[in-house]
């Protein structure tokens, strides 16, 4: 457990030498002979003061017994705030004394590591609580943040993750590269998103700076059900990439000024991973910008233009995907590296599908003609896995492993009924 670990002594070994002998000493001393290899937090290249300051800010969380016995009311590190339950909480100021004492030069150094342009806030792993009017932000309370929490907690990474600060989660499929049915045009669309990926990936290791910056965007469109999500989960398993998928919901907001900020956490915390975000639905954020007749319309269209900034400006990998290309605002058009179209299946598709999407286990009943049902019955590919779901789980109450027609032909019309279509 991280409460046990040897950074955490670290931290408490540096407060108790600098409650001790206040500004006479360099942390470096104390550091230069503690340096962990196998530190969680190395991923993210930070200096040992960092790693410090990172530690701090989680302290009041994992050990506030032991921040309590080492510290009084009357010998406490400058900044730190008491509240009722008489735990000690860090503030920026804390964060400057634990480092550098009174040593002016050191301090204005240790400064620049608690601006809000350092690694510790753009990736995520610490914030601060806003001070009240008028006091200095060095009297900020320091905060872990989430990239740090799961970080050091979670045992599978950030796999999971989800909350107001990072609305996004991942986005996996069971499938395989050649479980994907999509017609020849869109499948050599697909394969050059996947070389673009791989061509990062051989200048990442070649240790090469790529000429061409921007990252890599692409513009999924479609009817649904035809393979958009599927595709960009597949593309990050094929390439070794997490695929998240951002909760639109969580980041538009009727505030003014609040989508931006939402987005601006989106990308910065992608900044630090090799990700690929992907937003589904992405006219209801991309959208078009309209005439400009009130200051709703007039925030509305700058939302939009700030989110095609910062788009642009995103140097790692994004998918938009969208049912109707004409919804989107035509500026992101010359932005994208590719736009792939996803048209819905043809009968040799469909028949394909049915096959892909039949779980292990399970067979057809020898009257069903596959060919026959993929000219004859009109759907897409997320229909047949519904259908398909609803026949197996009638076989497995029936104790057999065997789809029959009438509940195929039952299961097809029911899904047609949610479109009011008639078979």
Not at 61 to 80: A, D, H, R, T, Y
Not at 180 to 204: A, G
Not at 306 to 317: D, I, N, S, W
Request: net charge neutral.
């Amino acid at each position: 457990m991280i409460h046990n670990s040897k950074e955490f002594d670290l931290l408490v070994s540096v407060i108790k030498e600098r409650l001790s002998t206040k500004s006479d000493f360099s942390i470096k001393e104390i550091l230069k002979v503690f340096f962990l290899k196998d530190n969680k937090l190395m991923k993210f290249e930070l200096s040992d003061e960092e790693i410090i300051i990172a530690l701090l800010s989680l302290a009041p969380l994992v050990i506030p017994q032991k921040l309590n016995s080492i510290q009084s009311k009357e010998n406490v590190l400058p900044g730190f705030v008491i509240p009722q339950a008489a735990t000690f909480l860090p503030t920026i100021e804390t964060a400057i004394y634990l480092l550098a004492g009174e040593n002016i030069e050191e301090r204005i150094k240790y400064l620049e590591l608690l601006s809000g342009n350092s690694k510790l806030f753009t990736s995520h792993l610490i914030s601060v609580q806003e001070t009240a009017p008028g006091l200095p932000f060095t009297q900020a309370l320091l905060q872990p943040g989430n990239t740090l929490i799961n970080t050091l907690f979670n045992k599978e990474g950030n796999k999971n993750e989800f909350s107001h600060n990072f609305p996004a989660r991942i986005l996996e499929s069971e499938y395989i590269w050649d479980n994907l049915i999509v017609d020849y045009d869109t499948r050599i669309q697909l394969n050059e998103v996947k070389e673009w990926l791989r061509y990062e990936d051989i200048l990442n290791k070649q240790g090469k700076e790529n000429p061409f910056t921007g990252g890599f965007k692409c513009l999924f469109y479609g009817p649904p059900g035809t393979g958009k999500t599927m595709a960009a989960s597949l593309i990050g398993k094929h390439t070794g990439r997490k695929v998240y998928r951002i909760d639109l919901s969580a980041v538009v907001s009727k505030y003014i000024g609040e989508t931006e900020k939402n987005l601006a956490k989106i990308f910065d915390r992608a900044d630090q991973g090799n990700w690929i975000l992907f937003f589904d639905e992405a006219d209801a954020l991309f959208g078009k910008r309209g005439t400009t007749n009130n200051a709703h319309d007039r925030y509305a269209n700058q939302e939009v233009s700030y989110l095609l900034q910062r788009f642009e400006a995103y140097k790692g990998v994004s998918i938009l995907a969208t049912n109707f290309k004409t919804n989107m605002d035509m500026a992101f058009n010359r932005r994208f590296h590719s736009i792939v179209k996803f048209r819905f299946p043809e009968d040799a598709e469909r028949e394909q599908l049915w096959n892909v999407h039949l779980p292990k286990g399970y067979v057809y009943e020898h009257e069903i003609d596959l060919k026959k049902v993929a000219s004859s019955v009109k759907i897409n590919g997320a229909g047949i896995y519904n259908v398909l779901r609803r026949c197996c789980m009638k076989s497995t109450l029936r104790n057999s492993n065997e789809i029959s027609a009438d509940d195929m032909l039952e299961s097809i019309k029911l899904e047609f009924a949610k479109e009011n279509k008639i078979l």
